[in-house]
């Protein structure tokens, strides 16, 4: 046979079927949506977004003008054809409620993060989940945070010998308030300890796993004018069993920032400024599958301050969070792990509500 005949044939043979896409449905369409959950669900290559729930609007119409906009949990539980996964990405206080009716329809779902606002919320969410038979996971999306992946990185080389002491920050400047539900304290589940204190915890958690004891300090230190404000600042200390301390902190009043890790250990001492890139990148309508999505400038890298590579720079490792997304269609395609564990998620609240608890329990030191 000649070579135009094998190539005929090549060309005529038929094609294998592409592997069907995710029916993904969404429910909420604000600021998490928008920046975050599209574009990833997108940029993976294996999701459709069929359906997005808003209750009043419709501006998920611009973005996804095929999508199918329903007003409700249950109207989107309705839909034919059904959807595979339901991701919700609505403020923390509905996540329980939203995340039962769809795991009680045997729906795989995604929680943005903070997973509930109780524990009690998270853990009956485990349980209904393994009872169905469904995945169910939280968007944990700072696991692949360019910085946290490169600490993980040297922790689990044992590049740092035994870590001592270790900070995480995650401080900002904005010294006026937005006054939307996260500033609200008539909603549960706002506040910083809730918003940006869950992925300190998560982060920790993955580093060390839990601590045997917590102290907390919550304040509220901007002017809230008439109106009580809820908390903008924490401080949040774990000890461990083998005496490594972590503190966890985050305020709006940072003008000026510090190191985003500190972590001292009996090989040296790494730190690391600046925030991962990607969070800006999806702001400013970067394509999450551009060539340098991700990656750090030089001048972003952290530094060894001490033992015997002091002064040598640390290359950021790429920070990609579509793996979240890759994670999620594999554990529904395959049956492999979810990418981040609802009983890991569940202990996230756990420790935010402890800390919430010990907050400004201190002892008077007065004469």
Not at 196 to 220: K, N, R, W, Y
Request: some cysteine; proline content about 5%; glycine content about 8%.
């Amino acid at each position: 046979m000649n070579s135009e005949s094998t190539f005929r044939m090549e060309t005529h043979a038929s094609a294998p079927h592409p592997t069907p896409l995710i029916r993904a449905g969404l429910v909420g369409f604000g600021t998490a949506a928008t920046f975050f959950h599209v574009p990833l669900l997108q940029a993976s290559g294996r999701f459709n977004i069929t359906h997005v729930v808003e209750r009043t609007h419709s501006r998920s119409r611009a973005i996804l003008p095929n999508a199918t906009i329903v007003r409700s949990v249950e109207a989107l539980l309705e839909a034919a054809p059904p959807v595979d996964v339901i991701v919700i990405a609505t403020p923390t206080n509905m996540h329980y409620v939203q995340a039962k009716l769809a795991l009680q329809a045997k729906k795989h779902v995604v929680v943005d993060k903070p997973f509930c606002v109780t524990h009690a919320e998270a853990t009956e969410l485990v349980s209904l989940a393994a009872a169905q038979g469904v995945m169910l996971s939280v968007f944990h999306n700072r696991r692949w945070d360019s910085d946290f992946l490169t600490v993980q990185d040297l922790v689990r080389r044992d590049a740092l010998g035994h870590v001592r002491y270790a900070e995480i920050h995650f401080d900002r400047y904005r010294p006026e308030p937005k006054h939307n539900w996260k500033e609200d304290p008539a909603v549960a589940g706002g506040g910083l300890l809730y918003d940006l204190g869950s992925h300190l915890v998560d982060q920790m958690l993955v580093l060390f796993g839990p601590p045997a004891t917590i102290q907390c300090t919550v304040e509220t230190q901007r002017d809230y004018g008439n109106n009580v404000g809820t908390d903008d600042y924490f401080c949040l200390t774990c000890h461990y069993d083998d005496g490594l301390v972590v503190v966890l902190t985050a305020s709006m009043l940072v003008k000026e920032l510090g190191p985003k890790f500190i972590l001292r250990g009996t090989k040296g001492t790494f730190e690391k400024y600046g925030l991962d890139t990607q969070e800006a990148s999806l702001r400013s309508g970067n394509s999450v599958r551009g060539p340098t999505f991700g990656e750090e400038d030089e001048t972003m890298w952290g530094t060894w301050t001490e033992g015997p590579y002091a002064g040598n720079r640390v290359p950021s490792l790429r920070g990609n969070y579509v793996e979240f997304y890759q994670g999620v269609a594999d554990a529904m395609k395959h049956g492999t792990p979810a990418p981040v564990l609802a009983e890991d998620a569940a202990r996230v609240i756990q420790i935010v509500e402890h800390a919430k608890m010990t907050s400004h329990k201190r002892l008077d030191v007065a004469a």
